[in-house]
């Protein structure tokens, strides 16, 4: 008997690849560290969001419900676009991780890098906030 390396193509791979191919064009992961100065002291907390944004909602739900994590936001309306303008948005970090390892298979190494770097900078931030 002889094996084959063959992929299976289903359809959710096929979703997989197009919402990776997507989102490397036009999407993007992000972490700030934000300290924030009060009159009672200064608090300091992290953003980590993996984030697109498109004309088309439909489109963005369709991410939305094949990777099973975010929110699609709006319309927001701004006085330069005609259209207006929808977000999906991932902030939990469990959830950004989560993408990030949904869509490895079908990421440029390019892209995987920098999301991957995003996710370390956050993993290094939470290790020494909770020392």
């Given at each position: 008997?002889?094996?084959?390396?063959?992929?299976?193509?289903?359809q959710?791979?096929?979703?997989?690849?197009?919402?990776?191919?997507?989102?490397?064009?036009?999407?993007h992961?992000?972490?700030?560290?934000?300290?924030q100065?009060?009159?009672?002291?200064?608090?300091?907390y992290?953003?980590?969001?993996?984030?697109?944004?498109?004309?088309?909602?439909?489109?963005?739900?369709?991410?939305?419900?094949?990777l099973?994590?975010?929110?699609?936001?709006g319309?927001?309306?701004?006085?330069?676009?005609?259209?207006?303008?929808?977000?999906?948005?991932?902030?939990?970090?469990?959830?950004v991780?989560k993408?990030?390892?949904?869509?490895?298979?079908?990421?440029?190494?390019?892209?995987?890098?920098?999301?991957?770097?995003?996710?370390e900078?956050y993993?290094?931030?939470?290790?020494?906030?909770?020392?």
């Open positions: 008997m002889t094996t084959t390396n063959k992929k299976i193509y289903t959710r791979n096929i979703d997989l690849a197009f919402v990776a191919g997507y989102l490397e064009s036009r999407g992961a992000e972490f700030r560290r934000i300290i100065k009060r009159k009672i002291g200064t608090s300091t992290s953003r980590f969001i993996f984030r697109t944004s498109s004309k088309d909602s439909t489109m963005l739900n369709f991410i939305k419900d094949t099973g994590v975010g929110n699609v936001h319309p927001y309306y701004t006085h330069s676009a005609k259209n207006p303008i929808f977000h999906y948005q991932v902030n939990i970090a469990e959830h991780f993408v990030v390892k949904i869509l490895r298979p079908y990421l440029t190494h390019k892209t995987y890098e920098e999301f991957n770097t995003v996710c900078q993993r290094k931030f939470k290790e020494g906030s909770s020392s």
